[in-house]
């Protein structure tokens, strides 16, 4: 069985959908190919010389002139990202489907809007295997990792919701320029292993957004076991319970409690991924 997957660049960079192309790989021969890499026509004939027996879009729907109908007889999946998500056109909507498009779902709204338009879909929630790490519970001031990606998610709006007096460090990384005291400043990519290292090390981590598609950054922080402060929107809610393996804030200050034991939260957490990947096969029809 042959599996083409239409992603973008910017996954590849991340890796938001390796994930998904490493459990695909392991049913079918999967082809990658990266939207802004070919003008759609070419992208066309790429995949027409391929020959798939399943078309994966992931993030971006496909196209109808040059997916659905091109392709009008090979079964189609479309992996809708929560993040910068638009709902599609009355049209749209009708023609995906009385074609058959079916949708592969990694949040609640996604599930949500897929099902309520009457395409088939399936819910599931990607949860990374948990590592195990040696619990302490510190009263705090806390040590925090921040990674920012948006401006929203500002040094100026954490530090009124965490407040100063609970912080003893910000290991910080941004192109933002922002100062404070407290500051440790993160001026190089980091390998895996390296961020791994980090995550154990620190108190709570930052969500570098408010919105997330798969949410790797919060997730990895989880699996490590440390918990998570993050905007209260989605995928983050799907996965933090307040209080227990995080907190979530909008713009009010929230209570910092101490570090709970994540350990099984996680397996939980790892122990439906598992169920879910066995899922994913049937629906992609392995």
Same mark, same amino acid.
């Given at each position: 069985?042959?599996?083409?997957?239409?992603?973008?660049?910017?996954?590849?960079?991340?890796?938001?959908?390796?994930?998904?192309?490493?459990?695909?790989?392991?049913?079918?021969?999967?082809?990658?190919?990266?939207?802004?890499?070919?003008?759609?026509?070419?992208?066309?004939?790429?995949?027409?010389?391929?020959?798939?027996?399943?078309?994966?879009?992931?993030?971006?729907?496909?196209?109808?002139?040059?997916?659905?109908?091109?392709?009008?007889?090979?079964?189609?999946?479309?992996?809708?990202?929560?993040?910068?998500?638009?709902?599609?056109?009355?049209? +749209?909507?009708?023609?995906?489907?009385?074609?058959?498009?079916?949708?592969?779902?990694?949040?609640?709204?996604? &599930?949500? @809007?897929?099902?309520?338009? $009457?395409?088939?879909?399936?819910?599931? =929630?990607?949860?990374?295997?948990?590592?195990?790490?040696?619990?302490?519970?510190?009263?705090?001031? @806390?040590?925090?990792?921040?990674?920012?990606?948006?401006?929203?998610?500002?040094?100026?709006?954490?530090?009124?919701?965490?407040?100063?007096?609970?912080?003893?460090?910000?290991?910080?990384?941004?192109?933002?320029?922002?100062?404070?005291?407290?500051?440790?400043?993160?001026?190089?990519?980091?390998?895996?292993?390296?961020?791994?290292?980090?995550?154990?090390?620190?108190?709570?981590?930052?969500?570098?957004?408010?919105?997330?598609?798969?949410?790797?950054?919060?997730?990895?922080?989880?699996?490590? $076991?440390?918990?998570?402060?993050? @905007?209260?929107?989605?995928?983050?809610?799907? @996965?933090? &319970?307040? $209080?227990?393996?995080?907190?979530?804030?909008?713009?009010? =200050?929230?209570?910092?409690?101490?570090?709970?034991?994540? &350990?099984?939260?996680?397996?939980?957490?790892? +122990?439906?991924?598992?169920?879910?990947?066995?899922?994913?096969?049937?629906?992609? $029809?392995?």
């Amino acid at each position: 069985m042959k599996v083409v997957v239409l992603s973008k660049k910017h996954f590849y960079i991340t890796g938001s959908d390796q994930f998904l192309i490493d459990l695909l790989s392991e049913e079918a021969e999967v082809v990658v190919f990266r939207r802004e890499e070919s003008s759609s026509w070419k992208l066309f004939r790429k995949i027409r010389h391929e020959k798939p027996d399943l078309l994966i879009f992931f993030a971006t729907p496909p196209s109808f002139f040059h997916h659905i109908l091109r392709f009008i007889m090979t079964p189609k999946i479309f992996v809708p990202m929560y993040d910068g998500f638009k709902p599609f056109k009355p049209l +749209k909507e009708k023609l995906f489907r009385f074609f058959g498009l079916k949708a592969l779902c990694f949040s609640s709204p996604m &599930t949500e @809007y897929h099902t309520k338009i $009457g395409l088939k879909t399936l819910s599931v =929630r990607y949860f990374p295997k948990p590592l195990r790490k040696d619990f302490r519970a510190p009263k705090g001031p @806390y040590t925090f990792l921040f990674w920012q990606r948006s401006k929203e998610n500002s040094l100026l709006l954490i530090r009124s919701v965490v407040g100063d007096e609970n912080i003893h460090k910000i290991i910080y990384r941004s192109e933002f320029q922002e100062d404070a005291p407290f500051l440790e400043r993160l001026d190089k990519w980091l390998s895996k292993e390296e961020l791994q290292e980090l995550l154990q090390k620190v108190d709570f981590v930052i969500a570098p957004r408010r919105q997330e598609g798969i949410g790797m950054a919060f997730l990895e922080a989880l699996a490590v $076991g440390t918990p998570v402060i993050a @905007y209260d929107d989605y995928t983050m809610k799907d @996965y933090i &319970t307040q $209080g227990l393996n995080g907190h979530l804030f909008k713009t009010d =200050r929230i209570t910092i409690t101490p570090p709970n034991d994540l &350990t099984d939260i996680n397996e939980a957490f790892y +122990k439906r991924w598992l169920e879910d990947r066995s899922k994913i096969k049937s629906f992609m $029809g392995f």
